[in-house]
């Protein structure tokens, strides 16, 4: 006597929420960077830094290699890699970019800010709670 195993047909997996949403003008204004960039690079480094009054400042930098702990964000044809030690806050930030008349930047919407400094160089930052789901819009 034999038996026969089956097998069930694989489930699709559902795509993983990702860790930060990049808005059309944010992703434009990247690869416009990345594209004048003096050699060619991975993608863009997301990480915090201490600093401030408030405590915390976003940092941006050129992404020569990619770390084994990065946290890799493909969105909208930019792939944004995020340090290890600052993904539990950014979790559920929306990464933007806009013009007014005297400047131009990138504008991060994060969930996980407590509070900002008067003069706009830092934040204050809570670690993302595992259990809301912040990237939902």
Do not use: H, W
């Not at 489930?11 to 990702?18: N, T």
């Not at 770390?67 to 493909?74: G, I, Q």
């Not at 539990?88 to 919407?109: A, H």
């Amino acid at each position: 006597m034999s038996t026969v195993e089956t097998q069930k047909p694989a489930r699709p997996r559902r795509e993983r929420p990702k860790a930060i949403r990049l808005t059309d003008q944010a992703a434009a204004r990247i690869k416009a960077v990345m594209e004048r960039a003096d050699k060619p690079y991975v993608g863009l480094r997301l990480g915090l830094k201490n600093a401030g009054c408030a405590g915390m400042a976003y940092t941006l930098n050129y992404a020569v290699n990619q770390d084994p702990l990065d946290e890799v964000v493909e969105d909208k044809g930019v792939r944004v890699l995020i340090d290890p030690k600052a993904i539990m806050f950014l979790i559920g930030t929306e990464m933007d970019y806009v013009t007014d008349k005297l400047q131009s930047r990138f504008v991060f919407r994060n969930p996980n800010e407590t509070d900002a400094c008067g003069c706009g160089e830092s934040v204050a930052l809570k670690p993302a709670n595992p259990g809301e789901d912040a990237t939902e819009p």
